[in-house]
């Protein structure tokens, strides 16, 4: 079935999909969606960390979950990460954990930088939990501007050949050959031509959020 899906000419969703099943990985690694009825503490207590989130209150208005949820969110990562932030690293060593078949370096390294939204070098647990409520309970809009900003990896506003084509290697890369033994060496090249064809309306060699919406809406 996924080979299927890469096979096909909605190849731009692929991304998407990968973005999704991934992050909802690394919830589940750190202990984050198990919502259960237990007792969680009221206040995120910051004692011993050296990163202090913003109030529940103001999570609440800026994220589509719940306080309770997000306290439950919280504690798996303050469990996880005593520091209250995210480094590089630690991305990258949860990724391999769930593609051990290939290699998810890059492609972590890439999601890395999409929840570092300050450009700090580290992922906090505000940075987290909005991009998760994006993810996860986002508008289709909201989804889409998200993913533009993943293939985005400059950040000046457009993507490039260039940029579509190192997100499709790392993501062939964290699936690794094994999975998809047909695949010639040439097909994210070739994945990368389909998706400039639909996407890039004026034909200047980019396309802009405006252009990549509308095609993916479509």
């Known amino acids: 079935m996924l080979t299927l899906e890469w096979e096909s ?3 731009q969703t692929v991304g998407i999909v990968v973005i999704i099943f991934a992050s909802l990985k ?6 984050l969606i198990d919502f259960s009825e237990d007792t969680v503490e009221d206040e995120m207590e910051m004692a011993t960390v050296r990163h202090r989130p913003e109030a529940l209150e103001l999570l609440e208005a800026q994220t589509k979950f719940t306080k309770k949820e997000l306290q439950i969110l919280y504690r798996g990562f303050k469990n996880e990460c005593p520091s209250g932030v995210v ?6 060593e949860i990724y391999s954990q769930f593609f051990p ?3 998810s370096t890059t492609y972590a390294h890439f999601l890395f930088n999409a929840f570092d939204t300050d450009h700090n070098g580290s992922v906090s647990f505000e940075d987290f939990v909005m991009g998760l ?3 996860l309970r986002g508008t289709v809009q909201e989804k889409l501007n998200w993913a533009f900003n993943l293939y985005d990896i400059n950040k000046d506003g457009y993507i490039t050949k260039e940029e579509m084509l190192d997100i499709m290697k790392a ?4 699936m690794g050959k094994c999975t998809y033994p047909v695949l010639k060496e040439d097909a994210p090249r070739q994945h990368v031509e389909t998706f400039f064809q ?12 405006d ?3 509308e095609s993916c809406q479509k």
């Open 101 to 103: 078949q290939g290699d």
């Open 9 to 11: 000419e909605g190849l």
């Open 87 to 92: 480094n590089e690293e630690t991305f990258k």
């Open 26 to 31: 690394l919830l589940h690694l750190l202990g």
């Open 133 to 135: 409520s994006i993810l």
């Open 198 to 209: 639909k996407m890039d309306k004026n034909k200047d060699g980019v396309v802009t959020i």
């Open 171 to 174: 993501i062939y890369d964290m």
């Open 211 to 213: 252009e990549f919406i």
